[in-house]
């Protein structure tokens, strides 16, 4: 048995191994375009290093026997995220480009409605596959609310952090892993963070009207966990209740079928079945 799960992590790694060669060649070419700072280099080759680590890690433990078409989109995403969050680390140090900015997280968030539909399509949803939506989903939502944290003020990140708050409540509460059922407005608000996040960082609204904006959206996310949370405290102790930490054991993204919606994942599945 060994020998077969070696033998099957061949083209697993390889797969693995040209998400990371992506991501140094994006963060080469926007060394070379834009020139990142020391911060922007450093954190791009760390989440380049951690999500290939961690992606491995998952997949040697999954047993898949393909990497699949609609992983291969996540990865892509990922490998945006990762120029996304170079960019906001150089923007600490220098005003960023906006227009490569805004251009990287416009794609990776259109990428998202992708990889759910590929995986539907060609029949390879997964488990893993849908943790790994997950996890590339609320790390770029992390990114951009501390982008914009810095134009507005340390409160945005509350958006970003919501959900690892969450899943570090779950941890202590493990009702809280509760499934969900299916909710158009759960989606509704979690593609508003993203889209939100995206127009005030490009900063084409006024400053009052860029605060109401991202506001509102917040106020929706907490009016979503909350929703969510108070259901999973009715259900408790139901059969509704049932534990999901059976996951694929994946952190540095769901919109992927065989994802169960709880709070901590609600806020990323924004194209669910």
Same mark, same amino acid.
């Given at each position: 048995?060994?020998?077969?799960? %070696? ?7 390889? !797969?693995?191994?040209? @998400? ?14 834009? $020139? ?28 898949? !026997? ?26 600490? !140090? ?13 794609? /990776? ?19 893993? $596959?849908?943790?790994?939506?997950? !996890? =590339?989903?609320?790390?770029?939502? #992390? ?5 914009? /944290?810095?134009?507005? $003020? ?5 958006? $970003? ?30 593609? #508003?963070? @993203? ?6 960082? %490009? @900063? ?7 605060? %109401?904006? =991202? ?37 540095? /993204? ?14 990323? /599945?924004?194209?669910?079945?």
């Amino acid at each position: 048995m060994a020998l077969n799960n %070696a033998y099957d992590m061949r083209p697993l790694r390889h !797969e693995t191994a040209v @998400g990371a060669g992506a991501q140094l060649a994006l963060l080469g070419l926007l060394g070379m375009v834009i $020139g990142l700072g020391p911060a922007g280099w450093l954190t791009g080759l760390a989440f380049g290093v951690a999500t290939w680590a961690a992606l491995t890690r998952a997949l040697r433990r999954s047993w898949l !026997e393909s990497f699949g078409p609609a992983n291969r989109v996540t990865l892509a995403r990922a490998t945006l995220v990762g120029g996304v969050t170079a960019l906001v680390a150089d923007s600490f !140090e220098s005003p960023p480009p906006v227009t490569v900015l805004v251009a990287l997280t416009t794609v /990776a968030l259109i990428l998202d409605a992708v990889d759910g539909k590929v995986a539907r399509h060609t029949g390879t949803s997964s488990p893993l $596959g849908a943790r790994f939506d997950m !996890e =590339v989903d609320a790390f770029l939502i #992390l990114v951009l609310s501390i982008y914009v /944290a810095m134009s507005l $003020g340390p409160w945005v990140l509350l958006i $970003g952090t919501m959900r690892y708050a969450f899943v570090a409540a779950a941890r202590v509460l493990p009702w809280l892993n509760g499934a969900l059922p299916p909710s158009t407005a759960r989606k509704t608000v979690a593609a #508003l963070q @993203g889209i939100v996040l995206l127009v005030v960082g %490009a @900063g084409v609204l006024p400053v009052l009207p860029a605060f %109401a904006a =991202v506001f509102v959206a917040l106020a929706l996310l907490v009016w979503s966990f909350g929703r969510d949370i108070r259901w999973l405290w009715q259900v408790r102790d139901g059969e509704a209740a049932k534990d999901v930490s059976r996951s694929p054991d994946l952190s540095p /993204a769901s919109n992927r079928p065989q994802a169960l919606q709880t709070p901590a994942n609600s806020m990323n /599945a924004t194209h669910a079945a």
